[in-house]
């Protein structure tokens, strides 16, 4: 009865964190992603083949900062209003709470990436094809970016500036993410997409860790 009360409670989190981003903030990524690749003909010129070689870098690279966007508000209200503290005098672990933030986190941002990715794919001219690959590539890789933003609230909770550090600290662990998701989204993407999966998996199974540590950490 305690593991199913647990389990109550962890999907609860996950409905509370997806609502709670669809009414927030969560529009801003899907906005910022469209941006991003609406600038990108700017930059480079209207040269065809050119945006359809650096497209798939391009949107990853949206991607990875859109995801930089909703960190202030996914651990540090909870840790100021004393929700994580009744969640651990309920009996719930932290990691519990970190993995239902990081799924309800996915769950507000990654769809919404999706639904952009085809006009922000065609404003980058990119074909059927690469689309679907770049698709292919975002739908490993978000659950890891997720992940990041999550552990990386945590880690920044309670901290002044926190918006900053967080991109000081995400960037650089998503480094491998970005080169074998961007690497994926080529015609042999063969061999990139498995080292993107081992990446994105070992990101995914940390963060939850990660998250739940600094909980703790901020705590004592």
């Known amino acids: 009865m305690a593991g ?4 109550v409670v962890i ?7 997806f609502r709670r981003g669809l009414t927030g903030s969560a529009w801003l990524p899907m906005i910022f992603f469209l941006i991003v690749a609406a600038i990108v003909p700017f930059a480079v010129g209207p040269d065809a083949p ?3 070689r650096i497209g798939p870098g391009a949107l990853w690279i949206a991607a990875l900062t859109s995801a930089l966007l909703p960190i202030e508000r996914l651990i540090e209200p909870d840790r100021a209003d004393g929700l994580l503290d009744q969640l651990a005098l309920a009996g719930t672990s932290e990691e519990g709470v970190a993995f239902a933030k990081i799924a309800g986190h996915w769950l507000a941002f990654g769809p ?5 990715l085809l006009p922000a794919s065609a404003l980058v001219g990119l074909d059927q094809q690469a689309t679907a690959r770049t698709a292919l590539s975002l739908a490993i890789g978000t659950p890891a970016l997720a992940a990041l933003a999550v552990a990386v ?6 901290l002044g ?20 998701g ?4 080529g015609s042999d993407s063969g061999s990139a997409l498995k080292l993107e999966a ?3 998996l070992f990101i995914i199974a940390g963060a939850p860790f990660v998250t739940g540590a600094a909980i703790r950490a901020a705590r004592t």
């Open 4 to 7: 199913r009360g647990h389990d």
């Open 153 to 158: 609230a945590s880690l920044t909770a309670g």
């Open 50 to 52: 050119v945006l359809a």
């Open 112 to 116: 919404l990436l999706f639904i952009a």
């Open 161 to 180: 500036r926190a918006s900053s550090l967080a991109g000081v600290l995400l960037l650089p662990l998503a480094v491998p993410l970005v080169i074998f």
């Open 198 to 200: 081992a990446v994105a």
């Open 182 to 185: 961007a690497a994926a989204t």
């Open 11 to 17: 999907l609860a989190l996950i409905v509370r964190e």
